[in-house]
């Protein structure tokens, strides 16, 4: 193993994400390689290092200023979930009941249609009844003959 | 109600936040606050600046809370926020890479270094390690800060920074390696090295 790759893999040793095997032959050239062994001590004691840097704190108002920002972006806030499930819900509602009326309106019979079939059924059970087709018969006779 | 979801996972509280109870965000805010504001903080060492850009990420995610698509990568996608406002600040400001170590806040976390007997020493080194990381390219430190100091995985960090697996892997390197150079005096190693 020669010394880079030897310190490719000090960095997955110190994140623990190296092999078994890996890890033999590594260790094998950290002992012969006083180089390497100071670059792996030395890059593991950074690490410590940076994991245990000071954490800054926030001012104590943090919080309260966020929730001030919020409040004042509120306006053009994307609404919530529900609120849009909600405004689609009447929206489909609401095209519904229009498309409804419409075909509503169109589907009706008008007083024409009415009148036409009124005649029809008319004139149909005249023509059923012999009686009344003789009588009508002899009507439409003498109003021809006029 | 916020005090029982106080222990709930964020995709639980974000939920809960979609569905109106907008109030339950402050639950986002005290959860990740003080490690959001760290990490920007070491990215852009201005407290102040470094603070209204916590709090600009903060009220950013929950105005966008709305479009995010998978409530359980909240925090990944909060220090995506975080980190894109750092990048457009850096771009707005162009600022010499100069460490304000005047500026260091007072009210910092006593150290967990090995020996508390060292106080003097271990500030001077921990002054020389925060000198180390202004000096690094921006995109190395945002990588060893995410990860060394954040404890996020390769694959949260690719996301966060919007690059391959592999890259994030070779900047983490890279960063280290810089590090170690800089600050190679003044941490231990070998005796026998030569």
Redesign the interface.
């Known amino acids: 193993m020669n010394c880079k790759k030897a310190r490719l893999l000090s960095m997955k040793l110190m994140d623990n994400q190296l092999e078994s095997k890996a890890k033999e032959l590594l260790l094998s050239h950290l002992s012969s390689c006083p180089r390497c062994r100071n670059f792996y001590k030395q890059t593991l004691q950074l690490k410590s290092i940076l994991s245990h840097l000071p954490s800054p704190k926030v001012s104590p108002f943090f919080q309260e200023r966020v929730r001030a920002k919020i409040r004042a972006k509120e306006g053009i806030r994307i609404p919530s979930l529900r609120f849009r499930v909600a405004k689609a819900v009447a929206t489909v509602f609401l095209v519904i009941v229009v498309i409804t009326s419409i075909w509503v309106t169109l589907r009706r019979p008008k007083e024409e249609d009415f009148l036409n079939n009124y005649v029809t059924q008319h004139i149909y059970y005249t023509m059923q009844n012999p009686f009344m087709r003789e009588d009508a018969m002899l009507r439409m006779v003498l109003i021809s003959e006029k | 109600m916020k005090g029982d979801l106080s222990q709930e996972p964020d995709h639980v509280i974000v939920e809960r936040?979609?569905?109106?109870e907008?109030e339950v965000?402050?639950i986002l805010?005290?959860r990740y606050?003080?490690?959001l504001?760290?990490f920007i903080?070491?990215n852009l060492p201005q407290?102040e600046e470094?603070?209204d850009i916590?709090?600009?990420s903060?009220?950013k995610a929950?105005?966008?809370?709305?479009?995010l698509r998978n409530p359980r990568r909240f925090k990944t996608w909060l220090f995506s926020i975080a980190l894109n406002l750092v990048r457009d600040h850096k771009r707005e400001f162009k600022r010499k890479p100069s460490l304000p170590l005047e500026d260091l806040?007072g009210?910092?976390?006593?150290?967990?270094?090995d020996d508390p007997s060292d106080d003097v020493e271990n500030e001077d080194?921990?002054k020389r390690?925060?000198e180390g990381i202004e000096r690094l390219p921006s995109k190395l430190r945002e990588v060893?800060i995410l990860y060394?100091?954040q404890?996020f995985s390769y694959e949260e960090i690719a996301s966060i920074v919007h690059c391959p697996l592999g890259t994030v892997k070779s900047r983490?390197?890279k960063a280290?390696?810089m590090?170690?150079e800089m600050?190679?005096p003044y941490?231990?190693?070998?005796e026998?090295?030569?």
């Open positions: 936040i979609r569905e109106g907008e965000f402050d805010i005290a606050k003080d490690s504001f760290k903080y070491y407290r470094a603070e916590a709090q600009e903060f009220l929950f105005l966008a809370l709305p479009r806040p009210n910092l976390e006593p150290t967990a270094l080194l921990l390690v925060r060893l060394d100091m404890g983490l390197f280290r390696q590090l170690r600050l190679s941490i231990e190693g070998d026998d090295e030569l």
